[in-house]
């Protein structure tokens, strides 16, 4: 059994930025604990228990849980998402690769689609130290209320401003601004988001006055 101090320094030592030995031992088996948990949360059926029990396991598991959030199995975490870090009502769609050795910042009402890769490991460029299996970590920030198509990837370091839409199949390999849409690989903005998307949807259909009165 590893101490809670064996525990808090590799956290600190995955989250401080710097370069550390990936494949040590204890620091290994630490991972495996982990994951285990996130194999019993693939594992638990759609009933009204099996989703009580998901709740009970991301409690357990997550850095951060927050009320409304909601996973559709399966999922995957090489560090059982311990630094993932949710805000409220976030909604994470089935398929999702979670590579977090480092910290993953996801703000509330955001939407992630399935089949997406939130990637914080980074291995050195030489090839010596590349084979010792070195890396070092860059979180993620992912801001409120974005929208992430499916098959997106994020890589470490990079920051999603709030509102903003990446387009399903992107990589994001540099920051995107809030209320924005960014699509492609290399991700790039395609346009702002504008008062005007708040009356059109599907490029020219009117929302129904009814819709705009509820919820505007």
Known sequence: MISKEKIEAFKKMANSGEIYDSVD?????????????????NQTPETKVGLKKRDEILQEAMGTYSEGLYIIPPIYANSGLSNVHVGKNVFINFNNNFVDDGEVFIGSDTMIGPNCTFATAVHPISPRLRRQKLQFNKPIHIGENVWLGGNVTVLPGVSIGENSIVGAGSIVTKDIPANVIAVGNPARVLREITEKDDEFYDKDKKVPQEILDKYM
């Open 25 to 41: 031992e204890e620091f290994l088996d630490y991972q495996h604990e982990l994951v285990q948990r996130i194999n019993e949360f």
